[in-house]
Each structure stands twice: as structure tokens, then as C-alpha cells.
């Protein structure tokens, strides 16, 4: 593995009195994919939505490059799209063609000129196969294509990490794998990513790493073959159990 | 799915059931209404005072002499909608978006937008128009400046405004939080998020209910001839003290239902196409 990303040291999260994260500490290398797996309410929404700041953190550091991005009062925008997300539903703007859901960040916020983002939207639409989708509205597109336009969309900002909360569960079954694939395409190009998912058998295939997580700690963590085949503690096995069947 | 009715499959005993009962439904309306007609035809002049209610709203020849000169003054009052409209919009918006800031440093925004909904919703729009119609121009202001047409409209935007403010922030507050989240994720301020993500998503949920709004301020405009303007319903008061009988009122009416009936129409229209787009 070569240098870590994302560091997060001693993460803590609660909402209102219920301890929702209790000291997380996890890296993240440069093109590593790490999995999050766990039961429902485990805090793996929560965590995702912390790593790029969209729920403030109560206590602990994370770090981005070895930059201190937790530390209060800082500027999350610079921040923020730096850490593409993509979450498990209503993500594209109903109102907007796929394209200027595509166009709307590198426009107003890089304040790219029209036709260098235009470019460069077409180049993602094409790559992941979309082409002939692009003017099209989010309820004219299938909820598969929907998720895919959602990366495209994050991806548009040129970020360092992708982050995915559960993208393909919403989906009806026979749209999970166009979907996995776009993931799949992304491993390829050596993208950062962090992935809670309930696609066990993904997580197998594509995984640097797996991390469990029960009542917002990780329980256990380790190459996908390991966790999968041999996992050390009663948790982790009771809920592959589970979810394996 | 339904079956379209070009297809010339044979119908099935529930189909040709229920089209026996469509059918039947429909002559039964249809005989009611006709009796319903009839009976108002026949009993209305059975009452006594007819011939003279007849005569005082009802009179033909008044009703064609007045009505080009009602219609006239109707255009002022169109005038008067097609400017305070446009200004009601503007203010609606900026008050529905002190409402719906959260950031600290906007919390005084934040209650004078609930004071004034408050405030201008509560009160008649008569009794604002009467307090500063007369109120205003009553500071000795110089010439253009004691118009009752600047505070007529003045009046009308303030009260109009406080009600499409309220529209547009239960509009606001419909649209989804996480679409939010997603401008908020790509790095988008607050504010872009508002304008260009959350914005554009409620105004187009609210345009039904603002329809009506607008309708019931077609109407209101009419108030304004308490402090001044001879528009439709001033003008058909004047010929109705000149002639001594009411029917310009009847004629003013007729004007008036001829633009607010297809505008709440349309407006229910586009409240039930809405719907049906959103389940
Ligand atoms: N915005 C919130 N307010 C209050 N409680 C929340 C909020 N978001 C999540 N929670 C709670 O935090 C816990 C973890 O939730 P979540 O991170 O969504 O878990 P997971 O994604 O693993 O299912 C749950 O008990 C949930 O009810
Ligand atoms: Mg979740």
C-alpha cells in the first residue's frame, strides 16, 4: 500500500444522548477500496457522512493528505470537493437534465468556462455509457442509470475520494450490476474509494478491505478473504451469518 | 392499466357492467339538471319583487349602454394587477427567504419575516388598504407622492405578499432534504443551493396555489376604488346613482367572472396535472 488518504483517528459522533460513532480509527490508502459492512444502524451512513464533513464530528482528527480537516471554523467547501459522495437515493436534481445535474458544480463552483465542463461532462457520459442519456430528466432514466448519472456528477469535480452509501439497494435487482459495474470501472482507474454496502459478494471480489462495523465501532477489519472465510469475533460471524444465508 | 376504449377486444361481464353503469349515471345527471333549469325558469318569477328585481339588475338596455365604459375602466384595473403582481412576486420571495434562513447572524431577518406574514395575513386587506391609502397620502406628501394609486398598490403588495411568502416557504420546506445534502456535497454554498437546487424546485410546486392568489388579487384590486382610482367597480357605483338602477353592478360581474373563471379553472387544472405527477 502506498501513503494513507483519508486518516480518521478516534472518531466520535453522537445524536442528541445516543452514541451513534464511538472512536473511529481507520485508513484509507491511495487507490485502496475499502468496504463497510455491518447491520442496519450500525453508523455506516454516519461515518460516510462524516468523512466529508456533512455532520460535523464531536471529537477526534481526520485528516486529508496529512491536512487536519476536522479542525473547526475551517472552509468545507474547498473541503468538500475535494470528497465525492453518492448516496443511496434522491440524488439528481428533478428538475435538471442529467447533463446540467453534470454541469451545475464545475460551473458555479470551479467557475469552469461552459464548453471546457461541457467537454468534460461528455467525456464521463460516453466512458460509462450514458451517452445517449445525457439530455435526458432523472424520471426519464431508469433508477440504475439515475445512480450512475450521480457518480458522473461527482466524479465531474475531479475528487480525490468517492464515497458510496449503499447505491445499489434501492435498486431493483437486475439494475445492481450496471451500477457495480461503474464501481468496478473506477477501481480500475486506481479511485480512492469507501463503500457501505450489502453487496457481500461484491465486497468479496473488489475489496482491498473489509471493515464490520457493530454499534458505531469497528469490530473487526481485514482483507475481504479473511473476514469473509474466518472472521474472529461472534459479531461479525452472527451477521454474515445473516446476510449469507 | 386500463384498458383503452379503440380496443375492440370483447368486453367481459365486469366491463360491460360497469359501462351500463357509466351510461346510467350520465342520463340521471343529465334529466336532473334539465328539471333543476326548469324549475328555477318557472318559480323565480312567481316570486313577488321579480318584476322589480328584474328591472333593477336586470335591464337590458342599461346593460348594453354601461358596458363598454365598465370594460373601459376594467383595463385600469388590469393595469393595477399587472403591476402589483410582479411586485408581489419579488417581495413574496425575499420575505419566504428571510423566513426559511438558519444561519445565526440572519435571525432578526429570520422574525421580522415572521412578523410581517403574521402581521398582513391578520388583518383585512380592506382596512390595510383604508389605513394606508388615506393614512399615507394624509402626511401632506407633495405631488406624484399622495397618488392613491402608489399607496393603493403599496397596500395590495403588502398584504399580497405576506400570503405568496408563506406559499412559497411551505414550497421550500417540501423539497427533500437530502437534495440539499447532494448541492451541498458538490461543494455548492448555501446560497447557490438555494438558488439554483431548492428554489427552482418549489416555485414550480407552489405555481396552483399561487394561481389562486393571483386570482383573488384580480378581484381585490376592486378595493382600491375606496380611496380614489375610477376603476370597474367605482365607475358602475357612478352609473348607478346616475340611472338609479343596479345593473352595472350585474354587468361588472359578468366582466369580472369572465377573467376569474378560466384563470381558477386553469389553476386547477395545473393543481390536479401536479398531483397526479407526484404520485
Ligand atoms: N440525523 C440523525 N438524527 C438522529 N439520529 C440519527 C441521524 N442519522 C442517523 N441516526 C441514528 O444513528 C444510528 C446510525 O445510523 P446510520 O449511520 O444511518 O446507520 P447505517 O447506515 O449503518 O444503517 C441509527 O440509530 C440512526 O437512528
Ligand atoms: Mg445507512
Not at chain 1, 72 to 89: E, K, T, Y
Not at chain 2, 241 to 268: G, M
Request: with cysteine; glycine share 6%.
Amino acid at each position: 500500500m502506498t501513503e494513507v488518504k483519508l486518516k480518521l483517528s478516534g472518531v466520535t459522533k453522537a445524536f442528541g444522548k445516543q452514541p451513534v460513532l464511538q472512536g473511529i480509527d481507520l485508513d484509507i490508502a491511495e487507490s485502496e477500496m475499502v468496504c463497510l459492512i455491518g447491520p442496519s444502524g450500525s453508523g455506516k451512513s454516519t461515518l460516510l457522512r462524516c468523512m466529508n464533513l456533512l455532520e460535523p464530528i464531536d471529537d477526534g482528527v481526520i485528516h486529508l493528505d496529512g491536512v487536519d480537516i476536522s479542525e473547526p471554523g475551517l472552509d468545507l467547501r474547498p473541503i468538500r470537493r475535494q470528497i465525492g459522495i453518492v448516496f443511496q437515493s434522491f440524488n439528481l436534481f428533478p428538475h435538471l437534465s442529467a447533463m446540467d445535474n453534470v454541469l451545475l458544480a464545475p460551473l458555479r463552483v470551479l467557475g469552469k468556462s461552459k464548453a471546457n465542463a461541457d467537454g468534460q461532462a461528455r467525456e464521463l457520459f460516453t466512458r460509462f455509457g450514458l451517452a445517449n442519456e445525457m439530455h435526458k430528466y432523472p424520471d426519464q432514466l431508469s433508477g440504475g442509470q439515475q445512480q450512475r448519472v450521480a457518480v458522473i456528477r461527482a466524479l465531474a469535480m475531479q475528487p480525490q475520494i468517492m464515497l458510496f452509501d449503499e447505491i445499489t439497494s434501492a435498486l431493483d435487482p437486475e439494475l445492481v450490476e450496471e451500477v457495480l459495474d461503474v464501481l468496478r470501472q473506477l477501481r480500475d482507474a486506481g479511485m480512492t474509494m469507501v463503500l457501505a454496502t450489502h453487496e457481500m459478494g461484491f465486497a468479496r471480489e473488489l475489496a482491498d478491505r473489509v471493515c464490520f462495523l457493530d454499534q458505531g465501532k469497528i469490530v473487526e477489519q481485514g482483507p475481504p478473504d479473511v473476514i469473509f472465510a474466518a472472521p474472529k469475533h461472534q459479531r461479525t460471524r452472527t451477521f454474515l451469518k445473516s446476510v449469507l444465508r | 392499466m386500463c384498458r383503452s376504449s379503440s380496443d375492440r377486444t370483447p368486453l367481459n361481464r365486469r366491463q360491460i357492467f360497469e359501462a351500463r353503469q357509466r351510461n346510467r349515471s350520465i342520463v340521471i345527471a343529465g334529466l336532473s339538471t334539465i328539471a333543476f333549469v326548469l324549475i328555477l325558469y318557472l318559480a323565480v318569477p312567481l316570486a313577488p319583487g321579480w318584476e322589480r328585481v328584474k328591472a333593477s339588475f336586470f335591464n337590458g338596455e342599461i346593460f348594453v349602454k354601461t358596458f363598454p365604459t365598465l370594460l373601459e375602466a376594467f383595463l385600469l384595473d388590469i393595469a393595477i394587477f399587472a403591476w402589483s403582481a410582479p411586485l408581489i412576486a419579488l417581495v413574496g420571495l425575499l420575505i419566504a427567504l428571510c423566513r426559511s434562513t438558519n444561519a445565526p447572524a440572519l435571525f432578526p431577518l429570520r422574525i421580522f419575516g415572521a412578523l410581517y406574514v403574521d402581521i398582513f395575513r391578520g388583518v383585512p386587506v380592506v382596512l390595510v388598504i383604508y389605513l394606508i391609502g388615506f393614512g399615507v397620502p394624509g402626511l401632506g406628501l407633495p405631488r406624484p407622492w399622495n397618488s392613491p394609486y402608489i399607496w393603493g398598490t403599496v397596500a395590495l403588495v403588502l398584504t399580497y405578499s405576506a400570503y405568496v411568502a408563506e406559499i412559497l416557504r411551505s414550497g421550500i420546506e417540501s423539497i427533500h432534504p437530502s437534495q440539499r445534502s447532494a448541492a451541498i456535497c458538490l461543494g455548492l454554498s448555501e446560497r447557490d443551493a438555494m438558488r439554483y437546487v431548492i428554489l427552482p424546485q418549489a416555485v414550480r410546486r407552489v405555481v396552483p396555489a399561487n394561481m389562486n392568489m393571483f386570482v383573488a388579487l384580480q378581484k381585490d384590486v376592486a378595493l382600491l376604488s375606496f380611496i380614489g382610482p375610477v376603476e370597474i367597480l367605482r365607475q358602475a357605483g357612478i352609473y348607478k346613482s346616475l340611472l338609479a338602477n343596479f345593473t352595472p353592478y350585474v354587468a361588472a360581474a359578468v366582466i369580472f367572472l369572465a377573467v376569474t373563471i378560466p384563470a381558477t379553472r386553469y389553476a386547477d387544472y395545473l393543481l390536479s396535472r401536479e398531483r397526479n405527477d407526484r404520485s
